[in-house]
């Protein structure tokens, strides 16, 4: 029992760790292509970014097959809300979601109700983006 809550405790951390470190990354290299200008070969720097992003996080096969280019509608997308994805971060804290569900009595309430909370919000914006 010991060794199964201990279990979801390590995975429901490392989702949110996950999740919280993506956000990190997108949200540093869309401010930094921000400032890059509007000439062709700012653009060419700014698609060059954007692709070494999905670089660093390891899922070029998996990104080309749902995008055809790498820019900063795509990948912030991509690495956002993409139920295909399993590195976005809607599907983190959905992982992360579960694995505090299977243990719920034992975790404060406090600390599912804000996770569920963030789950729903995610869910909230995903539909409003998509739709």
């Not at 979801?8 to 949200?27: C, G, K, N, P, Q």
């Not at 097959?65 to 509608?73: D, H, T």
């Amino acid at each position: 029992m010991l060794s199964r809550t201990a279990d979801h405790l390590f995975w429901m951390s490392r989702y949110v760790e996950r999740a919280e470190d993506t956000a990190r990354i997108t949200d540093v290299n869309y401010h930094h292509t921000l400032g890059m200008g509007t000439s062709p070969e700012a653009e060419a720097r700014r698609v060059r970014h954007w692709e070494a992003l999905i670089a660093i996080v390891g899922n070029e096969q998996r990104f080309k097959s749902s995008y055809e280019e790498a820019n900063e509608e795509t990948v912030p997308t991509y690495l956002t809300f993409d139920l295909n994805n399993p590195n976005s971060i809607v599907s983190c804290v959905a992982r992360s979601r579960e694995q505090a569900r299977a243990m719920r009595h034992q975790i404060a309430s406090e600390m599912w109700e804000a996770l569920n909370r963030f789950y729903l919000e995610l869910q909230r914006q995903r539909a409003w983006t998509s739709g």
